[in-house]
């Protein structure tokens, strides 16, 4: 039997950290264009126009690329989590079919709810909650992000929340929203800490999450395959939170917040002496390096948003969406 690879050896680099803003920047506002102190002032992320033209650009060059299969069509549109699952979705697609997508079904978002908070330095960002076309009646939470004022607005999350479940947001007078830091006393939970919260919990319990399918009945999936005969599945866990993974969150109108985070996710399956892993199916074996003898090890992202109350509560993951984004036989 070959030697088993270690999981944490599929790790890629993380992205470069985000741009720091210069101490004197060009800023937009809703009445025009001003010369500010970028990394002191405090701002709308953008115009209400600039953030519905973001919105339209991003899923123009989201439905090309899903046309042909070709990563390369968005990549200027995605960052972060999404563009890691993204990126990864295509190329298998692309491997196992070379000519584009036969099933592509254009994305169209509608109702589209623009929540841009005011604050000082970079990344400027905001979210959009629409509905898709796509996903049943779940909304679709995007968030766009970018780290100066020449840089595109890009996607760095995408999850999908049923219905009624998105927050109110507290917002000013002018209608702006309030961004929350990622160090923020009176939180369950810091929004900085929710991805290495998120990460022991799956390992280990514990009480900071609420029940639901992404917490409770997760850790019970995982314990249930963890070992069947002749295979056992080994999970490794691991959070990410710089450059364009960091967490970002929006104050609520009860003084909670909503937060966006990422982690990421190792799946071992080793099979037995005499026996053999279970055949992936052919998504996974386009992203699939070396050779499946008695080991695979999938490399997962995942972007969560979570519902972290004021005060004593529990966090509530309310929506996830995780994708492969390479794996590894051996």
Same mark, same amino acid.
């Given at each position: 039997?070959?030697?088993?690879?270690? &999981?944490?050896?599929?790790?890629?680099?993380?992205?470069?950290?985000?741009?720091?803003?210069?101490?004197?920047?060009?800023?937009?506002?809703?009445?025009?264009?001003?010369?500010?102190?970028?990394?002191?002032?405090?701002? &709308?992320?953008?115009?209400?126009?600039?953030?519905?033209?973001?919105?339209?650009?991003?899923?123009?060059?989201?439905?090309?690329?899903?046309?042909?299969?070709?990563?390369?069509?968005?990549?200027?549109?995605?960052?972060?989590?999404?563009?890691?699952?993204? /990126?990864?979705?295509?190329?298998?697609?692309?491997?196992?079919?070379?000519d584009g997508n036969p099933n592509h079904t254009p994305l169209?978002?509608?109702?589209a709810k623009f929540t841009i908070p005011k604050k000082a330095?970079?990344?400027?960002?905001?979210?959009?909650?629409?509905?898709?076309?796509?996903?049943?009646?779940?909304?679709?939470?995007?968030?766009? +992000?970018?780290?100066?004022?020449? /840089?595109?607005f890009q996607v760095a999350y995408l999850t999908l929340v049923? &219905?009624?479940?998105?927050?109110?947001?507290?917002?000013?007078?002018?209608?702006?929203?309030?961004?929350? &830091?990622?160090?923020?006393?009176?939180?369950?939970?810091?929004?900085?800490?929710?991805?290495?919260?998120? +990460?022991?919990?799956?390992?280990?319990?514990?009480?900071?999450?609420?029940?639901?399918?992404?917490?409770?009945?997760?850790?019970?999936?995982?314990?249930?395959?963890?070992?069947?005969?002749?295979?056992?599945?080994?999970?490794?866990?691991?959070?990410?939170?710089?450059?364009?993974?960091?967490?970002?969150?929006?104050?609520?109108?009860?003084?909670?917040?909503?937060?966006?985070? +990422?982690?990421?996710?190792?799946?071992?399956?080793?099979?037995?002496?005499?026996?053999?892993?279970?055949?992936?199916?052919?998504?996974?074996?386009?992203?699939?390096?070396?050779?499946?003898?008695?080991?695979?090890?999938?490399?997962?992202?995942?972007?969560?948003?979570?519902?972290?109350?004021?005060?004593?509560?529990?966090?509530?993951?309310?929506?996830?969406?995780?994708?492969?984004?390479?794996?590894?036989?051996?």
């Amino acid at each position: 039997m070959s030697r088993d690879r270690d &999981p944490r050896t599929l790790r890629r680099s993380a992205r470069s950290a985000l741009i720091a803003a210069s101490v004197t920047a060009l800023s937009l506002t809703a009445g025009g264009c001003v010369v500010v102190h970028g990394e002191r002032e405090i701002l &709308p992320s953008t115009t209400r126009a600039e953030a519905a033209k973001a919105l339209r650009q991003f899923t123009t060059a989201y439905n090309e690329a899903d046309k042909a299969y070709d990563p390369a069509l968005d990549a200027g549109h995605t960052t972060g989590a999404l563009a890691d699952i993204d /990126a990864a979705r295509l190329k298998a697609g692309r491997a196992n079919n070379p000519d584009g997508n036969p099933n592509h079904t254009p994305l169209r978002l509608t109702d589209a709810k623009f929540t841009i908070p005011k604050k000082a330095g970079w990344p400027r960002w905001f979210l959009v909650d629409a509905a898709g076309n796509k996903g049943g009646t779940a909304r679709w939470l995007l968030v766009f +992000t970018r780290s100066s004022l020449d /840089a595109p607005f890009q996607v760095a999350y995408l999850t999908l929340v049923a &219905p009624g479940k998105v927050p109110e947001f507290r917002k000013d007078a002018d209608g702006w929203a309030e961004s929350v &830091p990622v160090k923020s006393a009176g939180l369950a939970a810091d929004p900085g800490e929710l991805s290495r919260n998120y +990460t022991t919990y799956l390992k280990d319990g514990g009480e900071t999450f609420a029940e639901g399918p992404h917490t409770t009945q997760w850790r019970t999936l995982r314990q249930k395959n963890a070992k069947k005969p002749g295979l056992v599945t080994q999970y490794i866990d691991e959070p990410l939170t710089n450059g364009d993974y960091a967490p970002l969150a929006l104050r609520t109108t009860d003084g909670g917040a909503l937060v966006f985070f +990422t982690t990421r996710h190792y799946e071992k399956q080793t099979a037995a002496a005499g026996t053999s892993v279970p055949v992936p199916n052919k998504d996974v074996l386009a992203l699939t390096k070396g050779e499946i003898k008695q080991s695979l090890t999938m490399e997962f992202v995942s972007n969560e948003v979570a519902l972290d109350p004021k005060g004593q509560g529990k966090v509530t993951i309310l929506g996830r969406i995780q994708g492969l984004t390479a794996a590894e036989g051996s």
